[in-house]
């Protein structure tokens, strides 16, 4: 706890009356207040940066910076963080060797999952991490009530509660059919953030001008899922704080920086985030330093571009008195970087830790997470192929079918005759038909529901993954039931994971087993694993670059057209189950 | 309070499913996110913004703003309301006018007088009143512990409670001396507002780089005491946001745009305020409006200026979602200006009502206040010229005497022989050393300090004030103890005012009763009455410009190098009661 006595310390280590922790000297301070770059020392004790400019105290470790630039930790104004599969401590050792010292965590995964409890099992000593965790807290889990099964719900009591955190900078983002909808249930969440004094974070996907006036009207604070200049500004223009997403699948920073560079618009009210990056994208490009580093390439000023990734995103939040500026009274969040056009830092401080340096990430300390949250599968003993029947009378079945767009979340509903063989309808590979299946998986209903899907290219074999958003249920692909089944039972048996399985045996399998949706795996071996995971995928005949990552998105039930959840499928703009079959043929 | 229900019927009529109350057309937007003017309508509902752009939905009242910039309404970051001698609802009918629709008050005044339940009666009722009246909770009453008499106290209990109120934005302004002293009390009260995540304003007067750095390392937020470029440049470097202040005394608008303006540094960290205005220059060249007006005349760009007024001191105090934009969610606080470079609004709305237009103020509401602020002056009967006797021995005496600074609220200490007379020193109009003494008027423990001071130049009689920074004692100046005597009996019979007596009789007198600090009259009648006030005092020989005024801050323990309280005369800066009489002659 910061108290008086801590805090007069400071000030007495400001002053020169007390020993500094750490001094570095011989930097060019990037001031993200003025825009200037100058020559300082940095005095730092108990976290804090204590002094800057000249430094003279003596300290108990000094720093030589060498001439590089003293640059303030970056954030993440929005990240979420399971989709990488690593848990914090191992998401950390990527991340800060690129400077990202502050994540703006929405974990509705796990707390679909697992709840409240999972959610504060997840953030649990997060002081000890090398990176700065703050949350957004999960405004929808579920997702979609009525139309999905989840381990966890987190409704306005529990929201309340959370919000209340000390480390809780938002309530969590919000989709369109929520506000637009006018749902009471949503907007007690909104009111609930703002009386915390936090903000509300938006995800206003596709919406138009008229559409947005009411998402602003309903305090939504800021939206990430701009992707043409023009969005940008109208949703700047009416006080949505746009945040510019480098993802693996989402690159906006090309297709918005041009614009705002061109017409010299304002910069102090947008930031940087990731929403869902890839581990190897991290490890190979960088993290919020490719934002930065990107946009400058694009022609902005090197100072600009920081200040989004720093003071910008702090101010967004309100916690410009701790984190984003390098300025006494901060904690400690620096990166040394010798050249700005690359953003690769050669020293990272977080509170005042050295937490990485030229030869990487500072080993990070393991955490022990509850037993609970390593056994989140269960689907019973009695589980069988006989589940993914698709039963039908007549010789032909006209079938509604999720037809894939490659490389993107959305999908069409398309109609196509199947033939119905012994009272059942199974795959088509000659026309790439699959069956999809969701098993519901948290041991509260057995449900499992399945239908067509087209776009997955598989010759033979199935995959199936525990990680299917947002609900997380088992969701499972395949061109016959046998080795969907065979899918299934491994995951059960892994409790959570990724598995392939071929003519009745497991193909390959990569284990999940936190909540189902994270490995235990240091990044570089999980990074290696998912790509002998993909190889053996693709020599199924599927040539997708990330097929794992396809199929957990698949079954959505709220991204167009058609969802699949254990509830059956999902008409997502009408929000109800609708029925595979629309008509059969004798 | 804020519900679901009534968010819902804003998000209707956002929607256009609601009929708005007001909807405004033909405006050019003021737009403070992008720095862009364009064509707009608005849409209000529920003292709200719902919608802004192409409007089309039906409305209780339309107003057509002939083509006008739409303008948010204009903050001042920095107020002591009481220095206006109005009560809130008299300032108001002053300062709406001229487009100040939010008020951050510091009201450490009223405080001093009368205690958190004095603070708490002087904001009841404040949404009637035609601006938002913020708090910034009073930090240091009294501002000399154990060296005056207040008649309330706010500790740390007192200013956490006071700090949970929603209208509370801040801990008001801390000199340096609690800080750099790292007096733990004061330190506690900055840790309470940091824990409520709101800020703490600061008052860095004349702070050298190396106090600026303790005093950011000890959290505060902002300085309203930049003199010179220089000055405001070293605050904002290090994180001290600069309010640059335009008040009656403190002119410092023409002192720091043109730095700014030349060197082109980032205004996003910068706001103005007022401090102390006296309501007859608001009257004559505006309040806010007047700082933005004469920044545009300075070379600032209209909008850079206006956002500086708005969006940039709402987003300080963490409530841009509620203030300082034109943007569905806010409230709709807003200017019609025909020309912003006169910044004079033609119609004011503030919280979705007209509270201004072209013939003025609209007529603001009469509050009662509660008895106990009528009678906060308490001298007792038997109050006599008797003492303010000055005894000493021999026939000179060496003595301390407060040398005024001409426009300058500090002043100098001198020695001075002065001739003794029957056992006392008695003024000595012919060098201009007078008798000042302050009145302890919370019926506490009657103390009477007498001092002398040198400036004010009466060749007769005496003046008075129970208005006296910070504690609010009476304070009296004059060329005989006679004439001091019955001004202060006035004062007590009027419970609080300014009092001037020439040769036995009231020359002049104007009541202040609440809390012996503010009339109850109009602000016209006020404005008035001040004039011919002066005017009594100025034939009395003495040729100040606001001769009250002067007096009310003579006395003051905090600023260099002497004061006077009812302890004694005051060293400042060494924080202690000392002698005034430094050696006797025979």
Known sequence: MYTASILKKELEASKGNRKLDIRIDNVQLVNVFTREIYPASIGIYNQKIVSVGRVAADADMLIDGGGAYAVPGLIDSHIHIETTLLTPEALGEVIIPWGTTTLCVDAMEIANVAGIEGLLAMIKDSEKLPFRLLLEIPSRVP????????????????????????????????????????????????????????????????????????????????????????????????????????????????????????????????????????VNDIYKEGHISYNVKRSIELGMDPVEAIQMATINAARHFRLEDRIGSIAPGRFADILLIDDLHTMKPKMVLKDGRIVADEKGARPVPEKEYPAALFDTVHIGADFSAEKFRLVSGGTRAKCRVIRMIKDQIINQEVLEWMNVKNGEIPADVSRDILKLAVVERYGKNGRVSTALVQGFGLKRGALAASVSHDHHNIVVVGTNDEDMAVCVEKIQELHGGFVSAVDGHVADALALPLGGLMSTLPAKTVMKRMDEMNAAVAAMGCDMKAPFMSLSFISLPTVPELGLTDFGLIDVLGHRIIDMIVETEE
């Open 143 to 278: 997702t979609a009530p009525g139309l999905e099964t989840t381990g966890g719900v987190l409704g306005v009591e529990e929201v309340t509660q959370l919000l209340a955190l000390d480390e809780a900078v938002s309530l969590g983002e919000l989709d369109p059919s929520k506000v637009l909808g006018m749902k009471e249930e949503y907007l007690e969440k909104v009111l609930a953030s703002l009386d915390r004094r936090k903000i509300c974070n938006g995800h206003a996907i596709g919406l138009g001008v008229d559409d947005l006036n009411i998402y602003a009207a309903g305090h939504l604070s800021d939206d990430h899922e701009s992707v043409y200049y023009e969005e940008l500004l109208e949703r700047l223009r009416l006080g949505i704080v746009p945040l510019i997403r480098e993802g693996s699948s989402e690159r906006n920073v090309d297709t918005l920086v041009p614009g705002i560079v061109e017409h010299h618009i304002p910069t102090d009210n947008m930031m940087f985030c990731t929403d869902d990056k890839h």
